[in-house]
């Protein structure tokens, strides 16, 4: 029962999730009456000081961590546009990537634009392993055409490279059988073709 109620809280700690009419109904199933909404980080935190400036560590598809140092208040846009302009990515470009937050080091959740990273970090730093951060870097891309289009751009083709051999080390997609050519690709460091090499033979 506490698993269920922790994921529904991580769930819900989206507004736009929380407010739907379907997981209203779920939430008031019983009794009809009002759930309270979860504490939310979309409205400024009293905590948060505009004016001082906090380290933000967020972590690439390959886990190279970089620090920003950026005000506390800062946003999630503020913060991905920081690191996606450390890693040399075109402003054309950053809109197919997202700023995403890890729960329980399994969850990935993405930030909307009104959140305060910094907030959310303080709630999950006691969770995290030493030298580990909550604060990632995915892309946000659902169509293969654009995806072939960006990879173009030499940064892009890096990151989107990292997040394919992530996704397989981490076996979020999982090999139909052993392929010893992407294993090819991949030693040799051939980026562009380990992307549509690895949607041809892998399944979600």
Known sequence: RRGLEDYIDKVCSAKVIFE???????LCLKGGVPVTPPTSSKSTPTTLRSSSNVEFVVATPSNTKMTLSLPEISRAPDVLDEALNKLDIGRD?????????LTEQTFERKLVDNEFPYQLVQQQKDNLPVGATCLLIRKWIFSIPHETKILSDESVLQLIYEQAVS?????RIHPEEDDAQLRMLKAQ??????????????TV
């Open 20 to 26: 739907s009419d379907l997981m209203q109904d779920f």
């Open 93 to 101: 470009f950053r809109k197919y990537f997202g700023l995403f937050l």
């Open 167 to 171: 996704d397989v080390i981490q076996k």
């Open 189 to 202: 460091k051939k980026l562009r073709e380990v992307n549509p090499h690895a949607r041809s033979i892998f």
